[in-house]
């Protein structure tokens, strides 16, 4: 697995690094077992970056992992979590809050201090409360050892990119804008990198766009990026492959020429990770790349608020 460095924070990063919100029984119903086997094989894998956050399963996805790594040792592995979104619409960047989230997130995880905490989807939130209550917080706790680095994800890459720089954040994380469909993050992460900040890329397949099922129904896309991408998966299955390989394996081995330290993709399943594990290391089929390429071509780099339809802001 390669590795790569996370901006200027010293922690290298597997290309692939492990999303842990299926563990909160967030799609299906996800046993402690079931937990533990997935972790043992991202350990195995090698991917040892595990990113997670109270909203993911409301706390049990933070617990579950918690849990899961009881017995490793802590130096083995990275672990990222976030503060400030504690539900479908509840955000909260204040002071008390960020403190009594770390805090309860150090015990459900079971560890003592958090590599890379993480304001969760800023763009919802109060900016002036995020920069004046949450980052001088964490920025302490930095100081006092409890957080080793200060991070932001979001969707909006115009804002993530403008705190980000303002504020001196040490990572970001930008979601679905880095997919076979929309590489918008690509120019941001280059300018990021050479800021020093460390990039990370969330999920590579567009939540659930990207995938022979195509997308559920709560997803924000737009109903023409819906269409081609089915068009897409329809020529991949034809190939004798799926959307979701070829998605996942031009995320892993394209993102780095663009800045991006890792790409987080979520799973609650051992044989799924092993299987991403081994997509990592092999660029896609060129040609089948080109020829998908080509059927998405109208909607390359539609966002969900580019093109009219049923689009929106995610939690808007």
């Known amino acids: 697995m390669k590795r ?4 200027r924070t010293g922690i290298r990063v597997p290309a692939l690094a492990m999303g842990a919100a299926s563990l909160g029984s967030i799609y ?26 109270p909203y993911y399963g409301l706390t049990t996805a933070e617990t579950a992992l918690g849990k899961a790594l009881k017995g490793f040792d ?11 979104r504690y539900g479908d619409q509840d955000w909260d960047f204040s002071a008390d809050a ?19 905490i993480q304001c969760h989807d800023i763009e919802y939130g109060n900016m002036d409360q995020l920069r004046n209550e949450a ?13 080793r680095f200060v991070g932001i994800t979001g969707y909006r890459l115009d ?23 929309d590489r918008r993050l690509a120019p941001v992460a280059e300018r990021l990198a050479a800021a020093g900040v460390g990039v990370l890329n969330a999920s590579p397949l567009g939540m659930g766009l990207l995938t022979t099922r195509g997308a559920p129904s709560w997803h924000p896309g737009n109903e023409r990026v819906f269409e081609l991408v089915a068009a897409a998966a329809r020529l991949c299955t034809l190939a004798g492959t799926d959307i979701s ?8 081995t394209t993102g780095e020429r663009h800045g991006i330290a890792t790409t987080v993709v979520g799973t609650a399943n051992a044989r799924n990770v092993r299987e991403n ?20 071509a109208p909607v390359m780099d539609a966002g969900w608020d580019v093109l009219p339809g049923n689009g929106g802001k995610a939690g808007g």
């Open 4 to 7: 790569h460095d996370l901006g």
């Open 28 to 53: 299906h119903p996800v046993s402690q077992d079931e937990a533990d086997a997935t972790v043992a094989a991202a350990l195995e894998c090698e991917l040892n970056y595990f990113d997670v956050a």
């Open 74 to 84: 802590r130096k083995s592995y990275t672990l990222a979590t976030k503060i400030g």
């Open 98 to 116: 960020t403190k009594r989230s770390i805090e309860a997130s150090l015990g459900r995880l079971g560890t003592d201090h958090i590599d890379v």
């Open 135 to 147: 980052l001088p917080t964490l920025r302490k706790l930095k100081e006092e050892g409890v957080v």
């Open 159 to 181: 804002i993530i990119e403008k705190v980000a720089l303002e504020e001196k954040i040490d990572t970001v994380m930008a979601y679905c804008t880095y997919t076979l469909q």
């Open 245 to 252: 390989e070829l998605a996942m394996r031009f995320a892993l």
């Open 277 to 296: 594990a081994r997509w990592a290391d092999s660029a896609p089929d060129a040609d089948l790349l080109k020829q998908v390429e080509a059927i998405l």
